[in-house]
Structure formats: C-alpha cells, structure tokens
C-alpha cells in the first residue's frame, strides 16, 4: 500500500473515530489569520514568564524596557515564582498566560524570558478562550512554542522578537516600533550595520509565504506532535545558540523528514555560539547548511538579523512576506496588527 492508499483508506476509517481537533484543523481547513490591536504610549502589557524564571536582574531590566517604550506594566501573579528551572509549576505559569487573555486591561503579552518549559503547557492552553481575546504574544526562543502552536490553533499572529529583558538596541527598536506600534502595509527588514556573520546564500531566488518558525530546537522537539510545525508554502525562519554542527544536522534532518521542504523559502539567522571548535573532526556550521539546505531548489539564506543576538527583527508569525535570498531582504507584505 503506498502512501496515498493509506492516507484514504486512514481517512475512511477515522471517520468514525473522535480524534483530537488539533491534529487536523490547521491542514484541513484555512484558518483565518487574527491580528491584534497596534500598541501605543500607555498600553497595558502583561508580562508573563512561561518558561524559565527571570532572575531580580534580568526582570527588572524588563520592566525598565517596556516602561521605556512608554508602556505600562501588568505582572503575571507567578511572573517572579521559580521551580527548579521553570518560572514556577505548569499551572501556574498556565494561569498567568490564561489569564493575561481574560484580562479586558491587558493588550498584549510579552515574555520576560526564554529558558525551558513553553512545550510543557501546550496540551492544556485553552485555544477557545485565545481566539475569542486575540493579543499578541511576543517573545523568542523557547517561546517559540507558544507562538507556533498558538498560530496554527487560533490564526493569531505573534511576533518573533525580543524578550522583555533583552537589550533593545536602536536596531531593535526600530523594528519593534515598525511592526508592533504602527500599522505598515509593507516593512522591509534590512541586515544590521555590523552583522555578526556575513550574508551566505544557500540557494538563491525569491519567495513569498506566510511567516512560521523560531527556534531549531523548539522546532524539533515539536515534530511527531499535534503542534507539529507546518511549512508548506510558509517563509520558515530559524536560529539557534550552543549548538556543535553535527546537533544543527541531526534537527534540521527532523524537520526535512517531517516536511521543511514543502516551504516557500528559508530565513536562517545567526547561530550564535554554533561552529565546531578548532581542529574538531566536523562538519563546519556553514558546510552543514549547505549539506543540508542546499539542494531544496527553494530559497535559502543564512546570517539575517534574527536569533541570539542584540540586532534583531521582529517577525510576525503568519503574516504575509517576501523573501529575497541574494539581498539578504525580507519585506512584509501586511501588517501584522489590526
């Protein structure tokens, strides 16, 4: 039996079953894309911490950077609670996350810090009350998660940018304002002045899809899940930290398996902290992107300004885009906020 036959005799005999709607609503149907309200000076922003813990340094720089952007400041009732290396138990980082939704004050939610445990909430998020309060989520790393499996459950964009605590360099700033406080029809994201890796074209061309993606990592971990991420026709964005090449071949060998190459096109930003260390026997970092990526006949570009790093976009997931590999540009071709 081929795959084809298995996927219509599969189909037959689900029918009668109740399977989980999560597995098969993003596929089987067009999910509506939901924009949040643009932020402006006086804003209410709940700030939340879903993964790990924010140490007393690093919530207070995030305080300063949002009252800094002219906003106001509503913690999560657990955003200062720490278990082991999670920003409190599941519940009760669940509970702040649900409940910044509920909140009629709050208008968006921004994510104090990465870290570990956004994987752990999925299956108990309430996706129901998520659509009926569309607020945008901001955050990166191991929100990744959120921001992924949030997109493809309700059609809520969120953004892929900098947590609350991060440093909010001018370059950052100047994409968090274009695409979060203003309603842009088009954006166009360049490369920073000092990029940290040169611009390495994996494969030329220019494409257009929907935003997905985040964290290789996150992205891996969710394969084989009902949050599986879904690339075909997507703009995939990815980047990563601390990870050897042979790590970055193992994930992005995942995710070819489970579809990456159905994608319009790929952004990868900067890995920071991934080559190989001197005179290793390895692959070296560019070596495995090229091994790897190269011979999709899709776009592909590595070193955006994207990932672990100060100089970084904001990219909204779901939103419409265009992707120019030999320029290094990515233009939004939609705001992301309503």
């Not at 994996?202 to 899940?225: D, E, Q, V, Y």
């Not at 319009?264 to 992107?289: E, V």
């Amino acid at each position: 039996m081929d795959r084809r036959d298995f996927a219509s005799t599969f189909a037959t005999f689900s029918s009668g079953l109740l399977l989980p709607e999560s597995l098969f609503s993003f596929q089987n149907k067009r999910m509506k894309l939901l924009k949040a309200p643009l932020l402006k000076t006086g804003s209410t922003i709940g700030l939340i911490a879903p993964a790990s813990a924010a140490t007393d340094a690093q919530y207070d720089r995030a305080v300063l950077n949002l009252e800094a952007l002219g906003l106001k400041i509503k913690p999560g009732k657990h955003v200062r609670k720490k278990y082991g290396y999670l920003g409190g138990t599941d519940a009760e980082r669940l509970a702040d996350l649900h409940d910044m939704f509920k909140d009629d004050e709050v208008e968006a939610i921004w994510c104090v810090r990465g870290g570990y445990g956004c994987a752990r909430l999925l299956p108990d998020i309430n996706f129901k009350l998520i659509k009926q309060h569309p607020k945008m989520i901001i955050g990166y790393s191991d929100i990744t998660a959120l921001l992924v499996a949030i997109y493809q459950e309700t059609g809520l964009v969120g953004c892929h940018g900098p947590l609350a605590f991060s440093e909010f360099t001018d370059y950052t700033l100047q994409h968090v304002k274009a695409t979060i406080f203003q309603k842009n029809e088009t954006h166009q994201f360049g490369l920073a002045a000092t990029p940290i890796e040169p611009l390495d074209v994996i494969h030329p061309g220019t494409a257009t899809g929907r935003l997905t993606g985040g964290n290789l990592s996150l992205l891996a971990s969710m394969m084989g899940t009902p949050y599986q991420p879904k690339f075909k026709n997507h703009l995939v964005f990815i980047e990563d930290v601390g990870e050897k090449p042979y790590r970055i071949d193992r994930m992005l060998t995942q995710l070819l398996q489970g579809g990456l190459g159905e994608a319009a096109g790929i952004l990868l930003g900067t890995f920071a902290d991934c080559k190989a260390p001197p005179n290793a026997n390895s692959l070296t970092l560019s070596q495995t992107l090229h091994d790897r990526l190269g011979k999709l006949n899709i776009p592909v570009v590595y070193g955006l300004s994207f990932g672990h790093v100060d100089d970084q976009f904001t990219l909204p997931v779901g939103v419409l885009a265009e992707l120019k590999a030999e320029s290094g540009e990515l233009v939004l071709l939609e705001s992301p906020v309503s």
